[in-house]
């Protein structure tokens, strides 16, 4: 089970860090990654974080995003500075062990 937080309203510049609780799993051992839904958009992944700690990020949130990992806490994070109002939607917590989802959190920036 994946259970997302930090979400909220933020303006364009400012910061806002997206947590993600797992459960179930060796969380240890597996490949976390977010990924996020635009209006009317596809979902896209933007950032994704191995088990060794080896990180990728999309093109667009290159500099800015941060995706890190605590295993003692089982928890997966995504740091988000200097917001667009361009990332604004639903972020999606996700893992290919059993191909599981979080429910998302809202991210909303305003210009």
């Known amino acids: 089970q994946l259970v997302e937080s930090g979400g909220g309203l933020v303006q364009a510049g400012g910061s806002l860090r997206l947590a993600c609780n797992a459960s179930?799993?060796?969380?240890?051992?597996?490949?976390m990654d977010w990924q996020r839904q635009g209006p009317g958009k596809q979902r896209e992944m933007i950032a994704m974080i191995q088990s060794d700690g080896t990180t990728s990020y999309l093109d667009s949130v290159k500099g800015r995003f941060t995706i890190s990992r605590d295993n003692d806490k089982n928890t997966v994070y995504l740091q988000m500075n200097d917001v667009k109002t361009e990332d604004t939607g639903v972020y999606f917590c996700h893992t290919f062990y059993r191909n599981s989802w979080g429910r998302g959190t809202q991210v909303t920036i305003s210009s």
């Open positions: 179930g799993m060796i969380f240890s051992l597996n490949p």
